[in-house]
């Protein structure tokens, strides 16, 4: 369970939101909206344990998350940005990811099935500094189906891929929360209708 309790987070000396409040647990889906600017890239940094500029408390089973190892094990962020290094290849680049999350070695056929189920396989040896913005986002998004992690935290996953690519990502979150899994997701796209319990966070009702 993720706890989060009276949280204040500023930036340049101006309170982006404060008193916020929630708890999640396996099979949930927190939705994060709110306008351009208002604060959601930095709350989904906060519960990433990427910035700890905050006051109040971030709880993964009852424990700090800045020093729960536990937490850095069962969680996957995945910014706006996706984070890739461009001169390694996508399965390259998954498996120096999952190395971050401290994971067992991923077979390559692991991550070309991976890819495949993002139509992306066949660009697997490719350098990522040849893909597209929308084939750099699914190469990103592929290491949620290898990884194992609980918890998905998820900064507009939706951005820059088609009709296709979002059906496919709303495909997957319905079956990694239906095996018991937990996300936090902030977008402008909307989410399909998942038959799990969903929250549904206004950050502009914190600011």
Not at 98 to 108: C, E, H, R, T
Not at 114 to 128: M, N, Q, R, S, V
Request: glycine share 6%; proline share 2%.
């Amino acid at each position: 369970m993720l706890t989060v309790n009276n949280l204040e987070v500023s930036k340049n000396d101006t309170i982006l939101f404060s008193k916020l409040k929630f708890q999640l647990k396996k099979q949930q889906l927190l939705y994060i909206k709110g306008g351009n600017g208002i604060g959601k890239t930095t709350l989904l940094r906060t519960i990433a344990n990427l910035n700890n500029v905050f006051s109040g408390s971030i709880d993964w089973n009852n424990q700090d998350i800045s020093v729960n190892s536990e937490y850095h094990n069962s969680m996957e962020f995945i910014g706006h940005n996706p984070a890739l290094k461009l001169e390694l290849n996508a399965i390259d680049n998954i498996i120096w990811r999952n190395k971050l999350y401290l994971k067992p070695k991923l077979q390559q056929q692991t991550i070309i099935t991976a890819l495949d189920f993002l139509g992306i396989a066949e660009l697997a040896y490719t350098p990522c500094g040849l893909l597209s913005a929308g084939q750099l986002r699914k190469v990103s998004l592929s290491s949620l189906l290898v990884n194992g992690n609980q918890l998905w935290i998820l900064d507009e996953p939706f951005t820059a891929l088609d009709t296709t690519g979002i059906s496919k990502i709303n495909l997957l979150l319905q079956q990694h929360l239906q095996q018991n899994g937990m996300a936090i997701i902030s977008s402008h796209q909307s989410i399909a209708n998942i038959p799990v319990t969903t929250q549904t966070i206004n950050l502009e009702d914190y600011c």
